[in-house]
Protein backbone atom coordinates (compact mmCIF):
# COMPACT_ATOMS: atom_id res chain seq x y z
CA UNK A 1 0.00 0.00 0.00
CA UNK A 2 1.69 3.48 -1.08
CA UNK A 3 2.08 5.94 1.83
CA UNK A 4 0.02 9.06 1.43
CA UNK A 5 2.28 12.34 0.30
CA UNK A 6 1.49 15.95 0.97
CA UNK A 7 3.05 18.79 -0.78
CA UNK A 8 5.80 20.17 1.72
CA UNK A 9 5.40 23.70 0.73
CA UNK A 10 3.38 26.56 3.27
CA UNK A 11 0.16 28.04 2.69
CA UNK A 12 -3.49 26.63 1.78
CA UNK A 13 -3.37 23.33 -0.04
CA UNK A 14 -7.24 21.78 0.61
CA UNK A 15 -10.18 23.27 0.08
CA UNK A 16 -12.94 21.77 1.85
CA UNK A 17 -15.67 24.50 2.07
CA UNK A 18 -15.66 23.80 -1.94
CA UNK A 19 -17.83 20.32 -0.99
CA UNK A 20 -21.31 20.51 -2.76
CA UNK A 21 -20.70 23.73 -5.13
CA UNK A 22 -20.70 23.21 -8.93
CA UNK A 23 -17.14 21.97 -10.34
CA UNK A 24 -16.51 24.96 -12.27
CA UNK A 25 -17.14 27.34 -9.59
CA UNK A 26 -14.90 25.94 -7.34
CA UNK A 27 -11.97 25.57 -9.63
CA UNK A 28 -12.51 29.13 -10.33
CA UNK A 29 -12.09 29.52 -6.60
CA UNK A 30 -8.66 27.59 -6.55
CA UNK A 31 -7.53 29.50 -9.43
CA UNK A 32 -8.40 32.80 -8.30
CA UNK A 33 -6.37 32.25 -4.60
CA UNK A 34 -3.51 30.59 -6.53
CA UNK A 35 -2.94 31.47 -10.11
CA UNK A 36 -0.15 29.28 -10.29
CA UNK A 37 -2.22 25.66 -9.70
CA UNK A 38 -3.49 23.93 -12.60
CA UNK A 39 -7.10 22.78 -11.55
CA UNK A 40 -8.56 20.78 -13.35
CA UNK A 41 -12.50 19.24 -12.68
CA UNK A 42 -12.82 15.83 -13.68
CA UNK A 43 -16.05 12.98 -13.08
CA UNK A 44 -15.26 11.11 -9.79
CA UNK A 45 -13.67 7.47 -10.59
CA UNK A 46 -12.03 8.78 -13.75
CA UNK A 47 -8.71 7.11 -14.06
CA UNK A 48 -5.72 9.39 -13.21
CA UNK A 49 -2.04 9.56 -12.93
CA UNK A 50 -0.99 8.63 -9.21
CA UNK A 51 1.98 11.28 -9.24
CA UNK A 52 2.40 13.81 -6.99
CA UNK A 53 2.70 17.02 -8.32
CA UNK A 54 2.26 20.01 -6.11
CA UNK A 55 1.20 22.75 -8.49
CA UNK A 56 -1.79 20.48 -9.48
CA UNK A 57 -5.45 20.44 -8.12
CA UNK A 58 -8.11 17.96 -9.45
CA UNK A 59 -11.44 19.13 -8.46
CA UNK A 60 -13.35 15.61 -8.20
CA UNK A 61 -17.60 15.81 -9.52
CA UNK A 62 -20.08 13.62 -9.84
CA UNK A 63 -22.32 13.54 -12.69
CA UNK A 64 -23.88 16.69 -11.97
CA UNK A 65 -21.02 18.28 -11.67
CA UNK A 66 -20.82 18.68 -7.96
CA UNK A 67 -17.70 18.71 -5.90
CA UNK A 68 -17.36 15.07 -4.17
CA UNK A 69 -13.96 15.11 -2.80
CA UNK A 70 -12.30 17.86 -0.71
CA UNK A 71 -9.91 19.62 -3.86
CA UNK A 72 -6.32 19.14 -2.81
CA UNK A 73 -2.94 20.40 -4.15
CA UNK A 74 -0.88 16.66 -4.97
Known amino acids: MATHQSCPYLGKNSWP ?3 GTNGDYAA ?3 KGE ?3 LK ?3 ILVGSP ?3 DLRCDRVRVR ?3 S ?3 VKTPTAG
Open 39 to 41: VIV
Open 65 to 67: RIV
Open 48 to 50: VTA
Open 61 to 63: VDK
Open 28 to 30: SVI
Open 17 to 19: ELL
Open 34 to 36: NSS
